[in-house]
């Protein structure tokens, strides 16, 4: 405020007053939906330098570090899948230990779990499956699981027929052998796909 009692706005004033740079991401606004949208879809696209600029991005706005890594945890089953299994195992161990210790630090982790699953190979196969399986069981009558996999705690359910002529696969070369697992009116159905 000046001797006169106004406040005087000078280029100096608003030099100083107005941001070198623009707030770009918003927690609780719609840039908040746009950048974790933003961020998974460049893990997913397999772009390592977006998904880390987009983690920063969320970090320095604010985001709750273990809503980043939930996020990298989705993406290595739902994207990477079975194509490398081991980014499930990665990623979940970053979210572990992100709880633990916490930021600053725990922008190294989050950014270590999100390179490894963006440069992983990747296959949605088993969200397929799940989501297909699911859609059956919803809808279809889908039958009884067979007599020979069900279990037999009790003499009687053995007297049933539960659990009769149940080949053990390990008793068996390579630890495998054919028998039925899908109920009789699900026969012949593929769920999981492998894509890699």
């Not at 879809?41 to 980043?68: H, I, Q, T, W």
């Not at 992100?98 to 949605?124: C, D, F, Q, W």
């Amino acid at each position: 405020m000046g001797e006169d009692g106004y406040i005087h706005i000078t280029d100096e004033v608003i030099k100083n007053s107005v941001q070198s740079r623009k707030a770009i991401f918003d927690k609780n606004g719609e840039e908040h939906y746009d950048n974790i949208s933003a961020f998974i879809k460049s893990m997913r696209g397999s772009d390592p330098d977006a998904a880390v600029f987009y983690l920063a991005r969320a970090l320095n706005g604010g985001e709750d570090p273990m809503f980043l890594a939930r996020r990298i945890v989705i993406a290595a089953s739902e994207d990477v899948g079975m194509a490398n299994p081991n980014a499930l195992v990665v990623a979940n161990n970053a979210m572990q230990t992100v709880h633990m210790i916490g930021m600053p630090e725990a922008r190294i982790i989050l950014s270590e779990a999100a390179i490894y699953v963006a440069t992983s190979k990747k296959s949605n196969a088993s969200y397929m499956a799940i989501n297909n399986a699911m859609e059956d069981v919803k809808n279809k009558d889908t039958g009884e699981v067979p007599m020979h996999i069900r279990n037999a705690p009790i003499e009687k359910m053995k007297e049933l027929g539960y659990h009769e002529g149940y080949l053990y696969p390990h008793d068996f070369p390579g630890h495998y052998v054919e028998q039925q697992y899908l109920p009789d009116k699900m026969l012949g159905t593929k769920y999981y796909n492998p894509d890699f």
